[in-house]
């Protein structure tokens, strides 16, 4: 697989862009169109099983919905399953040096079960996965049916997704391989202003803040953690991937402009002022986009809330 480079976008043609009002929907059909290409590639090469991930807040949850809806809608009905379900229970994850449970370490998930099910679902069309619930942290078995024939597909999405020991059962044939990440940067002339970890790291501020109650102080703590983590779990194997699914919105700056300026003023005093006031400087230079014009299907909805994928089955 050939990765495309990063494409640069200076802020002041993005300032031009956002305010025709255009713009936003030419970006979002761009978006679908990659998703259009990358569903065509799997359908074409016959594959019941898609492994997709990418690091945190590239929009692998919805890109996985979205591939498998465009996959539906060209008449192979696709699923889509999260390697949660496979969480171990609590006690039995790998620890940190702090002795604290490492939720982001491969064997907190049942590697062995993963393996099996993934066998059986190839070699008979049909398994039953574990769910899991996260309220109790506890593992429920085989409580939820897989089915794949000639007609159907199952995409696996999760962080771990493109690590060979998840696979280690399965015929290399029979599953293809979608990396998930941004690949648009701003900048003024020859500085980079916005780089793609700028962007992630707003996009997982926000959605921590809407479903998980963390202050952006709670997520910039971890944040060094998480990129630990992608750098050991994630981006050894993203030479692996057979496509590449670029998840970059080019008007995203502009969108999230006022929400990191909100940010840095509430936090006035605290450990991580300095961080949030120096990305709000940056956002702000692009501009401001209302968030009343992202479409309710836009990947953006899975950090700013009120996503719907229309006719998702």
Not at 48 to 70: D, E, H, M, N, Q
């Amino acid at each position: 697989m050939v990765f495309e480079d990063k494409k640069r976008m200076q802020i002041q043609e993005l300032r031009q862009l956002a305010a025709d009002p255009d713009y936003v929907a030419s970006c979002e059909e761009i978006f679908r169109q990659r998703v259009d290409a990358v569903a065509d590639s799997v359908i074409g090469s016959g594959v019941p099983l898609i492994l997709l991930t990418g690091p945190s807040a590239t929009g692998k949850t919805t890109s996985a919905r979205k591939v498998a809806l465009a996959m539906t809608k060209k008449g192979k009905k696709t699923s889509v399953i999260s390697l949660d379900n496979f969480f171990l229970n609590l006690d039995q994850y790998p620890k940190q040096k702090n002795g604290e449970p490492d939720f982001e370490h491969l064997h907190a998930l049942n590697v062995d079960l993963i393996n099996d099910c993934l066998e059986e679902l190839v070699e008979t069309g049909c398994t039953w996965i574990p769910s899991f619930d996260f309220t109790t942290h506890v593992s429920t078995p085989h409580s939820i049916e897989v089915r794949v024939d000639g007609d159907s597909a199952v995409i696996i999405e999760g962080i771990h997704a493109l690590n060979p020991e998840l696979t280690r059962k399965v015929d290399g044939g029979s599953v293809r391989r979608i990396y998930a990440g941004l690949r648009t940067e701003y900048y003024e002339g020859r500085k980079r202003i916005i780089a793609t970890r700028d962007l992630r790291i707003v996009r997982r501020i926000i959605r921590d803040a809407r479903d998980r109650g963390h202050d952006p102080e709670g997520t910039l703590a971890l944040w060094k953690n998480i990129m630990a983590g992608e750098e050991k779990w994630i981006k050894p194997f993203k030479p692996a991937a057979d496509f590449l699914l670029n998840t970059a919105v080019d008007y995203e700056p502009c969108l999230f402009a006022a929400v990191v300026r909100g940010m840095a003023e509430q936090n006035m005093g605290g450990r991580f002022h300095a961080e949030l006031q120096d990305l709000a400087d940056r956002f702000s230079l692009t501009g401001d986009v209302d968030p009343e014009r992202v479409p309710a299907d836009s990947l953006l909805r899975e950090f700013l809330g009120g996503l719907r994928l229309v006719n998702e089955s």
